[in-house]
């Protein structure tokens, strides 16, 4: 029997969501949800939209499971507190991690987490709470990524790494081995981080 999800969003990023999750048919796609302020229409993709305020009035917590999706706007905090007030209201967090990547058996992960396709994630990475992996990237071995970062497409993160929370990496940019990257962390498209950086570094 499929769980009934909910997707946090109306944006783009909750239609990539919506089509991901039914290619995998784990799920059955019961609503959206979005704060009431910034919902302009009751439907999105032909299923309705709930005002975030009421959803456990009309999606029991013990029912539903959601998933958050948002992007890296704000550098991630937009997504990063929705999270937290999902999780407040009880609901259980669900990830999409593709079928078509390479992942070692050791590979740790953890809540909302949306990991698209073409990726190789090497042996003992941990991957925390909230974090979006786009399309076509290498983790290396042993690397730590904190909760609610977003890496775009086409990065290469080496081994022995740890990345921060919330830290966000553009097309192309790569980071040599052993690098510790702290909080917050704006790397730039087509970056080569080669040394520690300090937390709020762009």
Not at 54 to 63: A, G, P, Q, R, V
Request: hydrophobic share 35%; aromatic share 10%.
């Amino acid at each position: 029997m499929k769980k009934k999800l909910i997707i946090f969003g109306t944006g783009e990023l909750a239609s990539i969501a919506l089509d991901s999750f039914n290619l995998q048919d784990k799920f059955e796609i019961e609503c959206f949800t979005a704060d009431k302020k910034f919902i302009k229409k009751n439907s999105f993709r032909n299923l309705p939209v709930v005002p975030f305020e009421d959803i456990e009035k009309n999606c029991n917590s013990s029912d539903y499971e959601m998933h958050v999706a948002l992007s890296y706007k704000g550098l991630n905090k937009i997504r990063e507190k929705k999270y937290l007030e999902a999780k407040n209201k009880g609901y259980t967090l669900a990830s999409f991690i593709s079928k078509d990547i390479y992942i070692s058996e050791n590979t740790i992960f953890g809540e909302n987490c949306f990991i698209l396709e073409n990726q190789t994630i090497q042996d003992g990475v941990e991957i925390g709470d909230n974090v979006v992996i786009w399309s076509s990237n290498h983790i290396g071995h042993g690397t730590k990524i904190g909760k609610s970062t977003y890496i775009s497409s086409q990065v290469v993160i080496s081994g022995n790494c740890k990345i921060g929370e919330r830290c966000f990496f553009g097309v192309n940019s790569a980071v040599a081995d052993f690098v510790n990257i702290e909080n917050d962390c704006f790397i730039t498209m087509g970056s080569n981080v080669s040394s520690d950086l300090k937390q709020g570094s762009t």
